[in-house]
């Protein structure tokens, strides 16, 4: 499979994903919603940085679940501080550190606070 074909069969796997509206096991739509307007910002990061790859929804089936009830449940990963320094450490896959301080830290807001919304 060439590198063209893979980016644009993830592409694909991650629009469907993100129209899906999430997995049973991922985070609701009003979750999601209500955590991008409460940290605009880390949305904004996510949808740039995160989605391609985990979906909208944290849940997409090529990469780990980081959104929802099976997402985040290190220790170290459940204040912004700690996960903050994990995504730096890791992420983006082959760039770690690639982003700025204040996008590690607004990304880690938005997906502490899908974790904390309600369904």
């Known amino acids: 499979?060439?590198?063209?074909?893979?980016?644009?069969?993830?592409?694909?796997?991650?629009s469907l994903t993100a129209c899906g509206g999430g997995s049973a096991a991922g985070p609701s739509d009003a979750q999601?919603?209500?955590?991008r307007r409460a940290v605009p910002a880390g949305a904004r990061v996510f949808a740039l940085?995160?989605?391609?790859?985990?979906?909208?929804?944290?849940?997409?089936p090529m990469a780990p679940a980081v959104l929802g009830p099976s997402a985040?449940?290190?220790?170290?990963?459940g204040t912004v501080a700690?996960?903050?320094?994990y995504l730096k450490r890791t992420m983006p896959p082959g760039k770690p550190g690639n982003l700025s301080d204040t996008q590690y830290r607004d990304v880690a807001e938005y997906m502490l606070r899908v974790q904390a919304t309600k369904r």
């Open 1 to 14: 499979m060439t590198a063209r074909t893979f980016h644009v069969l993830l592409a694909i796997a991650a």
């Open 32 to 35: 999601i919603s209500a955590a």
């Open 49 to 60: 940085y995160c989605g391609s790859c985990h979906g909208e929804h944290g849940t997409a």
């Open 72 to 77: 985040l449940r290190r220790p170290e990963l």
């Open 82 to 85: 700690g996960l903050q320094q």
